[in-house]
């Protein structure tokens, strides 16, 4: 799909990390996965909670919650993983992301995003592309690109070819989700 298309689509999943409301544009999301055993991948970044096995590929799994620099994700039944293409440098990667909960996919426009506040250290705030309120509540609305620097790709990257090895010399990462 052409960026012109994308740029028309005004469709956002919401999902919640804590009490805070996120949303993510619907181009950047490839699905939506109940969550399933993780495997831990040793001396991978603190924010990468491990690998899984999505349809025979090895997916990385990272802690959104650390990554916004917030307490880890406590797993509950409506904890689920959000599979999120995202692009370096004209390339694209997948990326499960753990969430604690998704909301809904709502429509907002372009013209009720508002400019991100001045959030402090609290997020880092050029992961917020605005801020639109939906029902009477502020949803963050994410720049999925911008929440992995190229170093955090690189390092989930190399941490993922090291599991893939693993496939590949017989031991099992994940099951199949």
């Known amino acids: 799909m052409s960026d012109t298309n994308i740029a028309k689509i005004t469709s956002y999943l919401t999902f919640k990390l804590g ?58 039944p409506s904890t689920c993983i959000v599979v999120m293409d995202i692009d370096l440098e004209g390339e694209s990667v997948h990326v499960g992301a753990l969430v604690d909960s998704v909301q809904a996919v709502v429509e907002i426009e372009h013209d009720q995003i508002m400019p991100p506040p001045s959030l402090g250290n609290k997020y880092r ?44 010399d017989g031991a099992e990462v994940a099951p199949e989700a």
């Open 19 to 76: 009490d805070e409301e996120f949303a993510a544009h619907v181009s950047k999301v490839l699905n939506i996965l109940e969550l399933t055993k993780i495997t831990e991948v040793p001396k991978s970044p603190n924010y990468m909670t491990g690998v899984i096995n999505l349809r025979g590929s090895v997916l990385p799994v990272i802690d959104t919650r650390i990554k916004f620099g917030m307490t880890p994700t406590e797993f509950t």
């Open 125 to 168: 705030s050029e992961f917020i592309e605005g801020v639109a309120n939906i029902n009477d509540k502020f949803v963050m609305i994410l720049n999925m690109d911008e929440v992995f620097s190229s170093e955090d790709l690189i390092d989930l990257a190399s941490k993922t070819l090291e599991s893939e090895a693993l496939v590949k």
